[in-house]
């Protein structure tokens, strides 16, 4: 068994640490001690591991080190200790540089960028209204996203005022100018220098500047910008406001000092900049003994995210006596600007330090600091919990230090409250991957097996990869900008298309007019079209596209189309609604096996549940991405575009257009991601823009902005599943009753082969004797949701696995019993009658159970929450039988087509899509198999109509058998072809080989075909066979929550997985790593949120949250069963892309597990329903306390929410 161990530094821009094991020696490669915590921010250049902390575990001997995946020999020299060096030409050219303003003019904006104080006083007073810019943090996003504009924008250059750092007797002054990144230092340098007692204030600074954005915003943003633009969640602004810092203003007519309080922040005119005013410098003062000041966030991931609240607070004590003699607490995130409890706060002067106090500040405190059902944001209840939970942190904070100050006058807390005062469990992230040795005797040069890099890995991390839009500009391109509906449901009066058209540059308005008699396409049955200019279904649908010069001037002019609606009813958003309505796409999906009814009757308790399970945007790297251009003969073109199905993008264009498929081909060099979100829609905007192109006879280019692809494309379904199971006090399921419904948005697109898949596979890995499970696709007037990595299982898969917890609840058994109980054993029969082998399965449960160590650390959690209150840790595991197939033979054909060259080199083409998944590397190692030479020999330029014909979509975890199966064929062939020259030489090269097939007339040119898999379905009688192969596993996650905020962390993940024989156990560790933290953001963090009128708010990275490095479970295992014959397979491998991604619902249950220990401790035994994904909203409100019963709860229907779930 060969094992790779890797450590990765959580801090934004650190080296990866690979620490190689050989026979239990560490080889460990010198990187970064970090000063909080561990490898948090470097400090002298000796590693923490170097140092005996956090040390990574000894293996077994006997275990190898993995092959490495690169010659460290190919990269210059690197020192992990220095930074990247400036070009020294550019340094001493800007010292030679004379300091002058600088003023660019441009058609619509004048940027000016001032040198000198005096010349950013004289630009300010001639421009009062004119932003000041440094990291353009702030401007630029209110500019992009929400249309502001500013015709001039002051941008000050390196003056030496604004980045000033003053040490004076009283406190620090920092220059207004001062990056974050430079104040994050600062403040680190000053802590170590000065008393604790003077530094609370700069303590609780940094402790937000470590999470505040990421390293690339804070070594842009200024401090003066951040408190300057008084956003609502401003991090710094609560506590400066709580320090008493002062502002240093400057202007033409002198100097002043202002308070940075609550009449700052709210911009009361008395207390504001003044229009000719600027922000020189902030005076931030020591805090004093017996002063004490704490900071806290919650926000939707541990880094890099706004704060859904935040807070400041500071109390002093005065001489000690325990008697409040001040104290401030502010508040963002709660308000339009930042919030100061200013009136709570002085009713509160006076009193000691005790919980008579605690409990009077909480319902002050909620009284003062209101939020309305309707207020913006919305998790409202949430929001007043964390209000108080925070104040009661600061409390148990407080009177932690004063028992250590004066441990006969205070009196301790109780022991088990003191972790809520501790961080989440942090440590170095490592992990392992075991996976399977090579035949000793393979051939050396047979690659397959072997754990090879993907060889455009290095191109990915430099940007030398090209993708779509990395395509140099053409001669005459034009670009085109899509105008969308704002309506969820309205027909459409009128179109004002003047004001568009009048704008320079414009060339052309495409509309449903111009497509006449071509503005519909069917890929899976049901017609959608392309554009729509009479009655719209959803925000975010194709209304008209408009074409100009560029891009800049198209985004421009779709601005200035003026659309008149007329809404129309009903308008259906949700699950619920759509079954009010009885919304549905065709009938219902209806699977059944045994005799359910007459198995309730024999069973000792019946369970009835539901779970609502959110969305999930596909979020890949590459926006949606095309290039049309017309070839100016035959009516040809070629279409340059990111999908995952050039068939159907040739498809859609050639009928669009009139002309046959075999004048338009479609390229794809490679995919930046695409997770099954770029095939429908992407076709639909293909033809579009391939339309205007072929009108205009010029090449055409259409770039979607995340906020635009977010709007238009959709995403995973929403899920709603209803179960009634009948059970067996033993924890056996004898019956299970399980309604699914799917939010499919406005038009089918593969919703109905999505809620097919999910009844399909719906039974996971248990064998219930008698089920019926039935599903319905939902018609909704939101965009119209599609594929996404694991296509309906990981929904399904929810929904049963929450099933199993409810009863085993029940039966007062753990939930792994109850798993293993119901699991398939050895041979047996799925609800569809298919055949299967649970060998395999079984042995990765039991596998999982002892890698994980489940036993132990379920006795060691259990111990821990025995003597922790606020905090819980939970441990889940969970097993896998993910069924593998595209459920029809046609389906899954593959073909390749593979050159033999004169200088003995070879290309290879086939149907799939490189999507960073890797299958090009592993089409590659085919070919060097087959034709026994080295992949260095081989080469893949990209996937092409004009070289594969007809090749389906990339999909469903067969990418690489289907047409790993088409290139081997054709190598096979030409081999054959080969062989009686090869025999004549055998010691010849390659080279030699070919110019002698060449000059004996022999083609050095075959095509490879795989006819698919024989796969089918009968709905009718429930009976079939789908699928081709079942990819078994199990992980075992666990994690620790605060009570107090919602706060998770994963602390370790081990997973286990069937993969037959690994084709590059490199490139399959990494698919079921990445499928693992994609499927736990679809669980925990991944949150769509949509306004009561249809409008998808989440548009972004700003307000879309994936997983972050920080959110990768501090350890994580993966490992391989022993290689197993998979007959009909590529070299008997196994689909990994998809399985994973259900195994992050490990960390669901582990959660829940956590949840539901803390609320047996508060004496709530009921049921425990959550939903999916398990914000930490959702957890924070089932950790019910006595803050929780606190809050005030607004009366259902007497507002209307700020955004409802779908």
């Known amino acids: 068994m060969l094992i790779l161990v890797t450590s990765v530094?959580?801090?934004?821009?650190?080296?990866?640490?690979?620490?190689?094991?050989?026979?239990?020696?560490?080889?460990?490669?010198?990187?970064?001690?970090?000063?909080?915590?561990?490898?948090?921010?470097?400090?002298?250049?000796?590693?923490?591991?170097?140092?005996?902390?956090?040390?990574?575990?000894?293996?077994?001997?006997?275990?190898?080190?993995?092959?490495?995946?690169?010659?460290?020999e190919e990269f210059l020299p690197l020192d992990p200790t220095q930074e990247l060096i400036f070009p020294p030409e550019l340094m001493i050219m800007a010292e030679k540089q004379p300091q002058r303003t600088r003023v660019f003019v441009g058609d619509r904006m004048t940027w000016i960028s001032p040198v000198t104080l005096k010349e950013l006083l004289e630009a300010k007073v001639k421009y009062p209204q004119a932003p000041i810019v440094m990291g353009n943090t702030s401007v630029g996003p209110e500019v992009k996203f929400k249309g502001a504009f500013h015709p001039v924008i002051i941008s000050p250059d390196c003056i030496e005022e604004l980045s000033v750092v003053n040490h004076a007797d009283d406190g620090l002054t920092l220059g207004a100018g001062l990056s974050l990144a430079q104040v994050k230092e600062i403040l680190a340098e000053v802590i170590q220098k000065l008393p604790e007692e003077k530094t609370q204030t700069y303590h609780a600074l940094l402790k937000h500047l470590g999470t505040l954005a990421g390293c690339q915003i804070r070594n842009m943003a200024s401090l003066g910008g951040h408190i300057v633009s008084r956003h609502l969640d401003s991090d710094l602004n609560p506590l400066l406001a709580v320090g008493n810092c002062t502002l240093n203003l400057l202007s033409k007519e002198g100097e002043r000092q202002i308070p940075l309080n609550e009449q700052f922040l709210t911009k009361c005119p008395s207390a504001d900049l003044k229009p000719g005013e600027i922000l020189v410098s902030v005076n931030i003062p020591y805090s004093r003994k017996w002063e004490f000041v704490s900071a806290f966030r919650q926000a939707q991931r541990q880094q890099n995210a706004l704060a859904i609240v935040n807070s400041g607070m500071r109390v002093f004590f005065g001489a000690g006596g325990g008697i409040i003699r001040e104290l401030s607490i502010a508040y963002g995130g709660v308000g339009p600007t930042t919030i100061c409890a200013k009136n709570s706060c002085q009713k509160l002067i006076g009193r000691p330090w005790n919980e008579e106090m605690l409990d009077a500040a909480c319902r002050l405190i909620l009284d003062e600091v209101s939020l309305p059902g309707w207020a913006p944001g919305g998790k409202v209840e949430f929001k007043r919990t964390l209000v108080i939970s925070f104040f009661f942190k600061f409390y148990l904070k407080v009177s932690q230090i004063l028992k250590t100050m004066d441990p006969v006058r205070y009196p301790g807390l109780a022991d088990k409250y003191e972790s809520a005062l501790e961080d989440l469990h942090s440590r170095n992230h490592w992990g392992t991957s075991k996976y399977q040795d090579v035949d000793p005797k393979q051939l050396p040069q047979d690659p397959i097996g072997r754990p090879i890099m993907h060889l455009s890995g290095i191109k990915h991390t430099t940007g030398e990869a090209i993708y779509c839009d990395d395509m140099p500009v053409l001669d005459g391109e034009l670009f085109l900008a899509f105008v969308t509906s704002s309506r969820a449901h309205a027909e459409i009066v009128s179109i004002d298309l003047s004001e568009a058209l009048s704008l320079p540059g414009v060339v052309d308005i495409v509309t449903e007019e111009d497509l006449r008699g071509v503005n519909s396409f069917g890929l899976l049955g049901e017609p959608e079209k392309l554009l729509e200019t009479q009655e719209v279904f959803c925000v975010g649908q194709l209304v008209c596209a408009v074409v100009a010069d560029s891009e800049v001037q198209a985004k421009r002019a779709a601005k200035r189309v003026k659309i008149v609606y007329q809404d129309?009813?009903?308008?259906?958003?949700?699950?619920?609604?759509?079954?009010?309505?009885?919304?549905?796409?065709?009938?219902?999906?209806?699977?059944?096996?045994?005799?359910?009814?007459?198995?309730?009757?024999?069973?000792?308790?019946?369970?009835?549940?539901?779970?609502?399970?959110?969305?999930?945007?596909?979020?890949?790297?590459?926006?949606?991405?095309?290039?049309?251009?017309?070839?100016?003969?035959?009516?040809?073109?070629?279409?340059?575009?990111?999908?995952?199905?050039?068939?159907?993008?040739?498809?859609?264009?050639?009928?669009?257009?009139?002309?046959?498929?075999?004048?338009?081909?479609?390229?794809?060099?490679?995919?930046?991601?695409?997770?099954?979100?770029?095939?429908?829609?992407?076709?639909?905007?293909?033809?579009?823009?391939?339309?205007?192109?072929?009108?205009?006879?010029?090449?055409?280019?259409?770039?979607?902005?995340?906020?635009?692809?977010?709007?238009?494309?959709?995403?995973?379904?929403?899920y709603l599943g209803k179960y009634k199971a009948g059970f067996m006090n033993d924890g056996?399921?004898?019956?299970?009753?399980?309604?699914?419904?799917?939010?499919?948005?406005?038009?089918?697109?593969?919703?109905?082969?999505?809620?097919?898949?999910?009844?399909?596979?719906?039974?996971?890995?248990?064998?219930?004797?008698?089920?019926?499970?039935?599903?319905?696709?939902?018609?909704?007037?939101?965009?119209?949701?599609?594929?996404?990595?694991?296509?309906?299982?990981?929904?399904?898969?929810?929904?049963?696995?929450?099933?199993?917890?409810?009863?085993?609840?029940?039966?007062?058994?753990?939930?792994?019993?109850?798993?293993?109980?119901?699991?398939?054993?050895?041979?047996?029969?799925?609800?569809?009658?298919?055949?299967?082998?649970?060998?395999?399965?079984?042995?990765?449960?039991?596998?999982?159970?002892?890698?994980?160590?489940?036993?132990?650390?379920?006795?060691?959690?259990?111990?821990?929450?025995?003597?922790?209150?606020?905090?819980?840790?939970?441990?889940?595991?969970?097993?896998?039988?993910?069924?593998?197939?595209?459920?029809?033979?046609?389906?899954?054909?593959?073909?390749?087509?593979?050159?033999?060259?004169?200088?003995?080199?070879?290309?290879?083409?086939?149907?799939?899509?490189?999507?960073?998944?890797?299958?090009?590397?592993?089409?590659?190692?085919?070919?060097?198999?087959?034709?026994?030479?080295?992949?260095?020999?081989?080469?893949?330029?990209?996937?092409?109509?004009?070289?594969?014909?007809?090749?389906?979509?990339?999909?469903?975890?067969?990418?690489?058998?289907?047409?790993?199966?088409?290139v081997k064929d054709a190598c096979q062939t030409l081999l054959k072809r080969l062989e009686p020259i090869i025999s004549k030489n055998p010691k010849g090269t390659w080279k030699d080989w070919a110019q002698a097939a060449f000059d004996e007339s022999i083609s050095l040119s075959a095509t490879g075909y795989f006819r698919g898999y024989e796969s089918h379905m009968n709905w009718e009688t429930g009976e079939g066979h789908p699928f081709e192969y079942f990819v078994f596993g199990a992980a075992c996650s666990e994690v620790e929550i605060d009570c107090l905020t919602g706060a998770h962390k994963n602390i370790r993940t081990d997973i286990v997985m069937d993969i037959g024989h690994s084709i590059n156990p490199a490139l399959d560790v990494g698919q079921i790593e990445g499928a693992f933290i994609q499927g736990m953001g679809l669980y925990t963090i991944e949150e769509l949120k949509y306004s009561p009128q249809g409008v998808l708010y989440t548009r972004g990275p700003d307000q879309y949250k994936i997983p972050a490095v920080s959110d990768v479970p501090t350890e994580l295992h993966v490992s391989f069963l022993p290689p197993s014959q998979n007959s009909n397979t590529l070299y008997s491998s196994k689909g990994l892309g998809e399985p994973g991604v259900f195994l992050g619902c490990s960390v669901f249950f582990a959660i829940h597990d956590a949840v539901r220990a803390a609320r047996q401790e508060r004496g709530l035994l009921g049921p425990l329903k959550l939903d999916s994904p398990l914000t930490p909203e959702k957890i924070r409100m089932a950790c019910e306390d006595k803050f929780t019963k606190m809050i005030p709860r607004d009366e259902p229907g007497s507002y209307v929410p700020w955004n409802i779930p779908v």
């Open 9 to 72: 530094q959580h801090s934004t821009g650190s080296p990866s640490q690979v620490i190689r094991q050989e026979n239990g020696i560490k080889d460990t490669q010198t990187g970064k001690e970090q000063t909080s915590g561990c490898c948090q921010s470097k400090e002298n250049g000796v590693c923490c591991l170097d140092q005996g902390i956090n040390e990574l575990p000894e293996f077994e001997e006997g275990n190898k080190t993995s092959p490495k995946l690169f010659s460290e």
């Open 568 to 718: 129309l009813e009903p308008v259906i958003l949700t699950i619920e609604e759509a079954i009010r309505h009885h919304s549905f796409f065709h009938g219902e999906r209806k699977l059944e096996y045994g005799n359910v009814d007459e198995a309730f009757k024999v069973v000792d308790q019946i369970l009835e549940g539901e779970i609502h399970m959110g969305g999930q945007e596909h979020f890949y790297m590459e926006t949606q991405s095309m290039l049309a251009v017309p070839k100016g003969e035959d009516q040809e073109m070629d279409v340059y575009v990111s999908s995952q199905f050039p068939k159907y993008i040739q498809d859609i264009v050639a009928a669009t257009l009139k002309v046959p498929a075999n004048k338009i081909m479609c390229h794809v060099k490679r995919v930046g991601g695409a997770f099954g979100g770029k095939v429908t829609k992407t076709g639909i905007m293909a033809a579009i823009t391939a339309f205007a192109a072929n009108k205009h006879g010029r090449p055409v280019r259409c770039i979607l902005e995340r906020g635009e692809d977010m709007l238009i494309t959709g995403g995973r379904h929403p």
């Open 732 to 966: 056996r399921i004898l019956a299970l009753d399980v309604e699914h419904y799917c939010n499919g948005g406005a038009t089918l697109d593969e919703s109905l082969f999505v809620i097919e898949i999910g009844l399909l596979k719906v039974d996971n890995a248990y064998k219930f004797p008698n089920l019926r499970f039935r599903g319905w696709a939902c018609r909704t007037n939101l965009p119209s949701n599609t594929a996404l990595r694991g296509f309906g299982f990981p929904q399904s898969g929810l929904i049963t696995e929450n099933c199993i917890t409810e009863v085993a609840a029940k039966c007062g058994l753990s939930p792994e019993k109850v798993r293993m109980m119901n699991m398939y054993k050895e041979i047996d029969q799925t609800p569809y009658k298919q055949e299967i082998d649970a060998t395999n399965l079984t042995q990765c449960w039991k596998e999982c159970m002892a890698t994980s160590s489940y036993s132990l650390r379920k006795v060691a959690v259990e111990k821990f929450n025995s003597e922790n209150y606020w905090k819980k840790k939970g441990l889940a595991m969970v097993p896998l039988k993910f069924p593998v197939g595209v459920l029809s033979t046609a389906a899954a054909q593959a073909a390749a087509l593979v050159h033999i060259y004169l200088d003995g080199s070879v290309l290879v083409t086939h149907g799939g899509i490189e999507m960073g998944q890797g299958v090009h590397t592993k089409m590659i190692q085919v070919a060097s198999r087959e034709l026994r030479m080295p992949m260095s020999n081989v080469h893949l330029r990209g996937t092409s109509t004009e070289t594969v014909p007809n090749a389906n979509v990339s999909g469903g975890s067969v990418v690489a058998d289907l047409n790993g199966l088409a």
